[in-house]
């Protein structure tokens, strides 16, 4: 008898065990979804404001985003004044942004392309105001010019941007952005001589490509006909 009641107190004692363990893996499962952009928002506001205090860029956080089929919705169309400029208004930066864009729309062209208002005096697109175009991928693209590629030299990159139909179209044409450079390479006597350029830049696989040759008198043209000139670098 005795035996058989150790054996009872023994097979108790190791479901109660079992159970406290069952319990405390479920309580840290690394899987446990915690994120507040997992609740569905009726409106935006509260969601402009979520992104604000708790994104960050980090992948859980996107793919809990990304869960939340109900924000899908206020990115399925980039109207002047939506959901972008909220979050820029708030303090969210054009990077996340962007990348809050590309969780949701395939069109990559249609992000960039956005417009949103800096203080009360012109639009720009998203392109301008995020770091997609970099010092370093404007070089890779001019380089290929080069006779001597590793002598180039960057002095500026200029975004110039025609604004006068933003309002009316809601946001930004390919043809309304152009982007140029300004640098110095050697020539194929081990000279250096000054260039300028048009560089191209992919609204649908965000690459840079070199455009064309320009003389400085086109450069300064095209700087003065431009409703607004972005300083790139």
């Given at each position: 008898m005795k035996t058989i009641r150790k054996l009872l107190?023994?097979?108790?004692?190791?479901?109660?065990?079992?159970?406290?363990?069952?319990?405390?893996?479920?309580?840290?499962?690394?899987?446990e979804d915690t994120s507040r952009f997992t609740q569905e928002y009726t409106y935006d506001t509260q969601?402009?404001?979520?992104v604000k205090y708790y994104y960050n860029g980090s992948e859980t956080q996107k793919n809990n985003i990304k869960a939340n089929e109900r924000i899908a919705a206020y990115f399925d169309y980039s109207e002047l004044g939506g959901i972008h400029q909220k979050l820029y208004d708030k303090g969210?930066?054009?990077?996340?942004?962007?990348?809050?864009?590309?969780?949701?729309?395939?069109?990559?062209?249609?992000?960039?392309?956005?417009?949103?208002?800096?203080?009360?005096t012109h639009y720009e697109p998203l392109?301008?105001?995020?770091?997609?175009?970099?010092?370093?991928?404007?070089?890779?693209?001019?380089?290929?010019?080069l006779k001597n590629p590793e002598s180039?030299?960057?002095?500026?990159v200029v975004m110039c941007l025609k604004t006068s139909n933003v309002e009316k179209y809601g946001s930004f044409y390919g043809s309304d952005i152009h982007i140029y450079a300004d640098y110095s390479a050697q020539n194929g006597f081990g000279g250096m001589n000054?260039?300028?350029?048009?560089?191209?830049?992919?609204?649908?696989?965000?690459?840079l490509s070199f455009g064309q040759s320009i003389t400085s008198y086109n450069m300064s043209d095209y700087l003065s006909q431009a409703d607004y000139v972005k300083n790139i670098f």
């Open positions: 107190i023994y097979i108790l004692c190791a479901t109660i065990m079992f159970s406290l363990t069952a319990c405390t893996d479920d309580s840290d499962s690394p899987d969601f402009v404001s979520d969210v930066t054009a990077n996340q942004i962007v990348d809050l864009y590309k969780l949701f729309e395939d069109d990559l062209g249609s992000i960039y392309r956005i417009a949103i208002k800096v203080g009360t392109l301008a105001l995020s770091n997609t175009i970099t010092k370093t991928a404007v070089g890779e693209a001019i380089k290929p010019r180039l030299q960057l002095h500026s000054r260039g300028y350029c048009s560089v191209n830049f992919s609204f649908f696989t965000c690459e």
